[in-house]
């Protein structure tokens, strides 16, 4: 039974995973695109009103995403469509009221933005991040479904029609207005020859009422209809939720907001910069950890029915540190070639990028963590774990910002997450207690910080071939201590990765 729930769940995560990395790969791939279209204040619309976006859909889901799964999974309601009914109109008519209030007061919000005469602007962020909430709940439904390849391709046809736009927005349409001149009549109506900025609000805002139409089969049964009573138990249980989520977007956030205001004015756009960049290493960790996430909801829920629960969350929990760990070794031992994703400009950050891994994998048992308060419904001490993290962090970075600029932020990042790490770990054992085998996870841990470490005395060769088996092979030394501590690992990894037999 373990073996088989443990391989599912990692099975679904290989499939959200890879919808995941190739959905941030395509849009990677815009980044050059609008670095080379636009003027660092031209672009920084659009930066400025992403980085509200993140911050309005966690209000607008207000955590009933995880609620979601938390009563979707409660043997004492037989009814599970009314748990789908009221998730999904709560979030529409909130979110229907947020289109609508932003739209009324549009004008007025893009002038004290800085933005006067470009209302269009706000219009647009509303319906994007109003659409992307109510998306929520369908989404959340297959994945308590188990249809992991539908949600993956449902966000692969977004992500690549959302690219598709971009491209013949900025560039196809705008190149056809210049080089065609029997064509600017026609044109005129979307471009006057020069990228426009607004087309990327544009792109964003067909992709995510896209999202709704291609869900649409997964909602069209559902009734437009509040059950108070347990709308008010969902509340309850999804409050304390979104000040986690707000948490976390400030703790992915605040230090960048931070460093430009607590250096020098000289320095602290370039530090921020490079910062900034630099810590788009860490998503090769955040990508594991966000399949691993999108399946690991419904799996904690779903299993939690089971006599031997804890066992298997306890498994899962090895497993996971040990793929973490491997990426993080793998990352920093071809650090020498992985560079290349940033600019010469930004080499001098990459001394950062090791702590700032190890950061996001702490993060990451942090999450896996995170089932003691979700099956307990104490989700408000999750909350005040993550609100005394993001003290840490603020506290952190305004002492160590002043004196060692952007490593300092590094630095606050990873004891921020490692601090919430051994809070929620003791609070777990008090209030849910899984037998985590903590010397294992350790072990596992430092050995692959020796491993990075013993790399970094690895000279390089000129030869990439050998340079790079030279610094891989440095892996191998991992393998005996897996087979020796997780003997079922190799076992769990080839039922992951087997087929079915029809």
Known sequence: MTKNSVSSLAKQTVIYGASSILGRLLNYLLVPLYSRLFLPVEAAVYIEFYAYAAIFIVILTYGMETAFFRFINDQNIKDKDRVYSTSFSSILLTSSLFVIILSIFSNGIATSLGYPGNAEYVIFFAIVAGADAVASIPFAYLRSKGKAMTFASIRIINIVVNVFLNILFLVIIPNAYNNHPELQSFLSIFTDGKPWVGYIFVANVVTSLLNLILLFPHYKQVKIKIDKK??????????????????????????????????????????????????????????????FRYAADPFFFEQSKDSDAKGVYAKVMNYFVITLVIIYAFTMLNMDYIKYFVGKAYFEGLTVVNILLLSQLFLGIFYNLSIWYKLTDKTIMGAIVSIIGTTILIILNIILIPKIGYVGSAWANLICNFSIVLISYFLSQKYYPVPYELKKIIVYIITGIIIVYIGSFVPTIDNHFLNILAHNSLILLYIPIIYYLEPTFWLFIKNTFKRKKH
């Open 230 to 291: 347990l709308w008010n138990k969902m509340l309850k249980y999804a409050i304390p939720l979104l000040i986690l989520g707000l948490s976390g977007i400030l703790n992915n956030n605040i230090d960048r907001i931070l460093l430009k205001n607590l250096l020098p004015p000289e320095i602290a756009l370039h530090q921020m910069g490079v910062y900034g960049m630099v810590f788009k290493f860490s998503v090769i960790m955040s990508l594991a950890i966000q399949a």
